[in-house]
């Protein structure tokens, strides 16, 4: 099939009506709520499709058989199966819509992907192993250790001027021992490919064989942005990048952030990097003061502990702010050797650290019960246990724990 349409329409789109010939049970893996889980549903096949199935690094289509929405679709051999929600009567006749901003987009990336691929490698040699459309950008795996800046800028102009240039995009449909296939690119076929095949010519640019959608001209892909590069796996660099729609909208959320940037620091574009940097600066240098702060409060802490003739073999404190090195000088200051000591800091009902020390008897005897009880995870030795904790609503109750444990052996 050519999936070629006019940019202009939008939503759920050209209703087509076809047979439904197969429906069973089935489940699908589906992310909700950023974790995985079974959605239980049917499989259903159709006497023919519009919704393209999920492959060559293309993302499937959305919409609708009836009113019921398709969750995915998949290719089992020449044929698509569509994931929906509820059964379909077999035999029954069907309406089927596309959701035309996910395949426009879809269009934009994968046809944006080709010219990438034709140029970087008449300009620089450098071929594609691979590619992917991510839901945000999209990343082309090129066979190169490293590209250069300036290589990257003109690959991006040349791209830009193919778009500008109005380059047609056409669709051929070979036989698998056609001799033209000799002269397509291609990474090789599906081992259950079946049937013609598919390519998509880039008029002067590039012949290549696809089943993904396509633009019916590259004037449709209105923009390319390179993003940048990332290191690849075994010598490769991964080249990001934008097309069309997802260019303007990444414009549009850059120069929000921009103007959020402007009210914040009080100065133009131009200076926020200096700006902040100077921030940061600033910033390091009042954590630095501050920690050597804490530690003399730690210090006078223990001393004021240790000053009072009326203390007992258990000392026990919550700061807000601190770390392990605050709790480890108390501790230190204070002596462990036959004083119990338990330490937090954290938010008062909420994440944290702790320790505790003293008799390595009583420490390997209490450890584990206050690692439970503020449901924690950490370890311990020598005579200190310590870690990190979920929830300090319950430090109440290790207080009393520890404090009749020290009576009972006194």
Not at 42 to 49: A, H, S
Request: proline share 4%.
């Amino acid at each position: 099939m050519c999936f070629q349409m006019p940019e202009s329409l939008t939503g759920y789109i050209f209703p087509w009506h076809k047979l439904v010939v197969a429906c069973s049970p089935g489940e699908m893996k589906q992310e909700i709520n950023g974790k995985k889980e079974t959605v239980k549903g049917f499989n259903v096949k159709l006497q023919d499709t519009i919704l393209f199935p999920e492959g060559g690094g293309q993302p499937d289509d959305h919409g609708l058989i009836g009113d019921v929405p398709v969750l995915r679709v998949t290719r089992q051999g020449a044929e698509a199966v569509h994931f929906v929600s509820s059964a379909l009567e077999v035999g029954q006749e069907v309406q089927l819509k596309v959701d035309w901003e996910r395949r426009f987009d879809h269009m934009q990336q994968h046809s944006g992907q080709h010219l990438i691929t034709a140029i970087a490698e008449s300009m620089f040699g450098y071929k594609t192993t691979s590619w992917e459309l991510g839901r945000q950008r999209s990343t082309i795996e090129l066979d190169t250790p490293s590209m250069k800046p300036a290589q990257m800028e003109a690959l991006e102009a040349a791209v830009n001027e193919k778009i500008r240039a109005h380059v047609p995009v056409a669709v051929q449909v070979l036989s698998l021992d056609d001799p033209a296939l000799e002269q397509v690119r291609s990474r090789g076929l599906p081992d259950d490919a079946a049937g013609p095949i598919r390519i998509i010519d880039i008029e002067g640019v590039d012949v290549n064989m696809c089943c993904g959608t396509h633009v019916s001209n590259l004037s449709h892909l209105q923009v390319i942005k390179l993003l940048g590069t990332e290191k690849g796996k075994k010598n490769k660099t991964n080249l990001l990048f934008l097309v069309g729609n997802r260019v303007l909208k990444y414009a549009e959320k850059s120069y929000s952030t921009e103007r959020s940037l402007v009210s914040l620091l009080k100065t133009g574009p131009d200076y926020h990097v200096d700006t902040v940097d100077k921030i940061q600066k600033t910033v390091k240098g009042l954590q630095k003061s501050n920690l050597g702060l804490l530690r003399d409060v730690a210090v006078l802490i223990a001393q004021n502990f240790k000053s009072n003739p009326e203390r007992g073999n258990f000392f026990t404190l919550h700061k807000k702010e601190g770390d392990n090195e605050f709790m480890s000088i108390i501790a230190n200051e204070i002596g462990t050797e036959e004083t119990l000591v338990f330490l937090t800091v954290g938010e008062e009902k909420g994440p944290g650290l702790f320790l505790l020390a003293g008799p390595s008897g009583k420490v390997s005897e209490l450890g584990p019960r206050v690692l439970e009880m503020l449901q924690g995870k950490g370890a311990g030795k020598n005579g200190r246990f310590q870690g990190k904790v979920n929830s300090m609503a319950r430090r109440g109750e290790v207080e009393t724990l520890i404090q009749e444990h020290c009576k009972n052996e006194q």
